[in-house]
């Protein structure tokens, strides 16, 4: 499994971003996959995650309305568009997935198994 994070940056406060991940060694059509983050001195969260066999998301409250997770199946590559971004968003972001684990909801609560390298998002005027 392998997993590959781009698309961050430096952004001002309500600009957007779209994080990339392109997979491999696996196929997104059963396994939950989704983006999470962690900013300096906090516990890494969870800010998407995404059911591949039924398209169904799950989004914390920090993030409903202004994030979101979506695939390119002829790609393998899913994304992260985030929108209207706030300094508190400053992290790094990892794609991650655990192939055992169908469920959006539980792939966000429980912690994923594997994980990408990250790629920083930086959100300051």
């Known amino acids: 499994v392998q997993l590959q994070a781009s698309g961050g940056g430096l952004v001002k406060p309500g600009e957007s971003l779209r994080l990339s991940c392109e997979a491999s060694?696996?196929?997104?059509?059963?396994?939950?996959i989704g983006w999470f983050r962690q900013a300096p001195g906090k516990e890494r969260e969870a800010v998407s995650c995404?059911?591949?066999?039924?398209?169904?998301?799950y989004y914390p409250d920090f993030v409903k309305g202004r994030f979101t997770i979506s695939r390119d199946k002829t790609k393998n590559v899913i994304y992260l568009q985030m929108d209207n971004l706030r300094p508190e968003d400053t992290a790094i972001y990892y794609c991650?997935?655990?192939?055992?684990?169908?469920?959006?909801?539980?792939?966000?609560?429980?912690?994923?198994?594997?994980w990408g390298k990250g790629t920083l998002v930086t959100v300051s005027s």
């Open positions: 991650a997935t655990d192939l055992g684990q169908a469920s959006s909801y539980a792939l966000c609560h429980n912690g994923p198994r594997d």
């Open positions: 995404l059911s591949t066999n039924n398209d169904i998301t």
């Open positions: 060694g696996f196929t997104l059509n059963r396994p939950a």
